[in-house]
């Protein structure tokens, strides 16, 4: 059993706050609540040193409506030419900021500089996908899921990229060779079904020359994913049955209900960030709590600060 997970988030804030030095972020359109409020917690558990970019108007009426007028931060005006998700990506590209963070902007809008080419942010035969990590009533560990806002209906090639990538980001959190699991509706491979004969494909294909240092099962339901008494009911033979560490889904619509639908309806609590760009990105959305914005730039500064991690995407 991989052990790592069982204190939750808890776990990938001990690692954050072994940084040698805070990362410093830069939050573009920074005039976001939660999100600011967030960041200010992981400054003061002294990891993060973030840099509010964009609207300085907007952005001191946030601090002041959130009592942190007086707080000594870093506030850059770009609210003319250039969008501050731009200047947020030439500050890195500087070496003037190490991470990058969404704020009050629309997803499309932030992501769009990200996987522009000319900013160089992207690593060469390498798919960036955005990794939500849950913590879902029921189950003793975190559970990371794959890819819930950027894939709409990834190939196999994609998918085994997706793996890869979280992979890299659950070795950053000190899980060694984890449980991956490949969502399908049924167990049985089907052609009238392509992902399952790709997940089974997948599998077979990382047993004889692995593509990824993991645990790999698929298809597989989730029922199976997390409960070890569904698959003893089921008869289905899995050591990994209710231990698995990830879970990669078919397509974006699966993955982004099945994630909302946990959120909402299930009482599930988790974060976003985005894996294989040559910097770990901070994604949340505008409406989630400040604590999803202080797990996601500390899951980031455990792996901007893991050597395996960078010398992956260097």
């Given at each position: 059993m991989n052990e790592t997970f069982l204190t939750g988030f808890e776990r990938i804030i001990?690692?954050?706050?072994?940084?040698?030095?805070?990362?410093?972020?830069?939050?573009?359109?920074?005039?976001?609540?939660?999100?600011?409020?967030?960041?200010?917690?992981?400054?003061d558990a002294?990891?993060?040193?973030?840099?509010?970019?964009?609207?300085?108007?907007?952005?001191?009426?946030?601090?002041?409506?959130?009592g942190q007028a007086d707080r000594d931060v870093q506030i850059i005006d770009a609210s003319g030419g250039d969008s501050s998700v731009q200047f947020a990506i030439e500050m890195i590209n500087s070496g003037d900021a190490d991470c990058l963070m969404r704020g009050n902007s629309s997803t499309r809008d932030f992501l769009m500089p990200v996987l522009n080419k000319s900013n160089h942010l992207i690593?060469?035969?390498?798919?960036?996908t955005h990794i939500n990590f849950l913590k879902i009533p029921g189950l003793e560990r975190m559970v990371a899921i794959s890819d819930v806002t950027l894939l709409i209906n990834p190939p196999m090639e994609a998918r085994k990229q997706v793996v890869k990538n979280m992979v890299k980001a659950l070795n950053a959190f000190d899980v060694e060779k984890p449980n991956i699991a490949l969502l399908a509706l049924v167990e049985k491979p089907s052609y009238h079904m392509r992902d399952t004969v790709e997940d089974q494909t997948m599998v077979r294909e990382n047993e004889k020359r692995p593509f990824a240092d993991c645990n790999l099962v698929g298809p597989i339901a989730y029922d199976?994913?997390?409960?070890?008494?569904?698959?003893?009911?089921?008869?289905?033979?899995?050591?990994?049955?209710?231990?698995?560490?990830?879970?990669?889904?078919?397509?974006?619509?699966?993955?982004?209900?099945?994630?909302?639908?946990?959120?909402?309806?299930?009482?599930?609590?988790?974060?976003?960030?985005?894996?294989?760009?040559?910097?770990?990105?901070?994604?949340?959305?505008?409406?989630?709590?400040?604590?999803?914005?202080?797990?996601?730039?500390?899951?980031?500064?455990?792996?901007?600060?893991?050597?395996?991690?960078?010398?992956?995407?260097?």
């Amino acid at each position: 059993m991989n052990e790592t997970f069982l204190t939750g988030f808890e776990r990938i804030i001990e690692r954050a706050k072994k940084v040698e030095k805070p990362m410093r972020v830069a939050i573009a359109a920074a005039d976001a609540e939660n999100i600011v409020r967030g960041a200010f917690q992981a400054q003061d558990a002294g990891f993060v040193e973030p840099i509010l970019i964009g609207n300085e108007h907007k952005i001191r009426a946030v601090l002041e409506n959130i009592g942190q007028a007086d707080r000594d931060v870093q506030i850059i005006d770009a609210s003319g030419g250039d969008s501050s998700v731009q200047f947020a990506i030439e500050m890195i590209n500087s070496g003037d900021a190490d991470c990058l963070m969404r704020g009050n902007s629309s997803t499309r809008d932030f992501l769009m500089p990200v996987l522009n080419k000319s900013n160089h942010l992207i690593v060469p035969d390498t798919l960036v996908t955005h990794i939500n990590f849950l913590k879902i009533p029921g189950l003793e560990r975190m559970v990371a899921i794959s890819d819930v806002t950027l894939l709409i209906n990834p190939p196999m090639e994609a998918r085994k990229q997706v793996v890869k990538n979280m992979v890299k980001a659950l070795n950053a959190f000190d899980v060694e060779k984890p449980n991956i699991a490949l969502l399908a509706l049924v167990e049985k491979p089907s052609y009238h079904m392509r992902d399952t004969v790709e997940d089974q494909t997948m599998v077979r294909e990382n047993e004889k020359r692995p593509f990824a240092d993991c645990n790999l099962v698929g298809p597989i339901a989730y029922d199976l994913i997390v409960s070890k008494e569904a698959a003893r009911l089921k008869g289905y033979d899995c050591p990994c049955c209710g231990e698995f560490d990830g879970i990669v889904v078919p397509n974006l619509a699966t993955g982004n209900v099945m994630v909302k639908v946990l959120q909402q309806s299930a009482g599930a609590d988790g974060f976003g960030v985005l894996v294989g760009a040559k910097i770990p990105i901070a994604i949340t959305s505008r409406a989630d709590k400040p604590e999803q914005a202080f797990y996601s730039l500390a899951a980031c500064a455990a792996m901007w600060s893991a050597p395996a991690y960078k010398k992956f995407f260097d």
